[in-house]
């Protein structure tokens, strides 16, 4: 049996070049498949017109052109195989709809921030309203940092097991209840009760909506928008003092179950629009 040689070389081919070969070699082929092949490799920056020189025994060189996939959705190469100005930027539909999620979800690190000041302005009458000893006043404080700590070392088993969207659903269930038990509470205990559950709610959510934030973001946007929820967590405690300040002026006696039911409503808004948002 004789033996055959084989060589291979590369010749990049310019962009003209590539184009008008592609196009007679495809023709009319709206798939841009190759004639006579079931499958083509996907397009990739990396894809290269290549020419094989096969030295047979007994016939001709034979010279074989393969060019990259091409099709309707692929987008136009400069040199060097990157895409025109445009060819991988979102449309503009995609950012909107990118802001929606990340908006939504921030509304987490607002809430943060809301119910972890608010209680400055609300203790002074709380404490007149059920005559609460110093230590008492101290529970009622620490008890949400205590439960927020708690619930977010187990955030991250959450967000394993039933997802990012799941999860911050969740979250905002445990806000709206905490909420509404502490505008309706009547005395100590159920005070720090709803202040426990509202803790719950904020380890959770502050683990995260941030995740979620960075995993839907764009690449190029990603820090940016990431940076959105903790600026909601100072916007949330500057509203939570602007709040009591305007209930203790006008409500100074019943002002604080406002105060601190209030936050039912951005976390009602929250979950509603999870809802609609994808995992």
């Not at 004639?35 to 990739?44: A, D, L, V």
């Given at each position: 049996m004789s033996s055959s040689r084989k060589s291979i070389h590369f010749q990049p081919l310019s962009q003209s070049e590539g184009d008008d070969a592609a196009e007679n070699e495809y023709g009319n082929n709206n798939n841009g498949d190759l004639?006579?092949?079931?499958?083509?490799?996907?397009?990739?920056d990396e894809n290269r017109a290549m020419s094989f020189e096969s030295n047979a025994t007994s016939k001709n060189?034979?010279?074989?052109?393969?060019?990259?996939?091409?099709?309707s959705t692929s987008p136009p190469l400069l040199f060097g195989g990157s895409h025109v100005a445009g060819g991988d930027i979102r449309s503009k539909q995609v950012q909107r709809t990118m802001r929606l999620m990340v908006g939504i979800s921030a509304i987490g690190g607002f809430l943060f921030g809301y119910d972890t000041g608010v209680i400055s302005g609300a203790m002074l009458p709380i404490q007149r309203t059920f005559s609460l000893t110093p230590g008492q006043e101290e529970i009622v404080v620490s008890s949400t940092i205590l439960a927020a700590f708690v619930s977010s070392l187990v955030g991250g088993t959450l967000n394993t097991m039933y997802g990012r969207r799941l999860t911050i659903l969740f979250s905002a269930s445990v806000f709206t209840t905490g909420s509404f038990v502490l505008?309706?509470?009547?005395?100590?205990?159920?005070?720090?009760?709803?202040?426990?559950?509202?803790?719950?709610?904020?380890?959770?959510?502050?683990?995260?909506?941030?995740?979620?934030?960075?995993?839907?973001?764009?690449?190029?946007?990603?820090?940016?928008?990431?940076?959105?929820?903790?600026?909601?967590?100072?916007?949330?405690?500057?509203?939570?003092g602007m709040v009591d300040?305007?209930?203790?002026?006008?409500?100074?006696e019943?002002?604080?179950?406002?105060?601190?039911?209030?936050?039912?409503?951005?976390?009602?808004?929250?979950?509603?629009?999870?809802?609609?948002?994808p995992e």
């Open positions: 004639p006579g092949r079931q499958s083509q490799q996907p397009y990739s060189d034979v010279e074989i052109t393969e060019f990259p996939h091409r099709d505008a309706f509470a009547m005395d100590y205990t159920t005070l720090v009760l709803g202040r426990v559950i509202v803790g719950v709610g904020i380890g959770i959510a502050s683990l995260t909506t941030p995740i979620y934030i960075a995993e839907v973001a764009l690449p190029e946007m990603r820090g940016k928008l990431v940076t959105i929820n903790g600026f909601l967590v100072t916007v949330g405690q500057f509203t939570a300040g305007v209930f203790d002026k006008y409500l100074p019943t002002g604080w179950r406002w105060m601190l039911g209030l936050a039912a409503v951005p976390s009602i808004i929250m979950f509603h629009g999870f809802l609609m948002l």
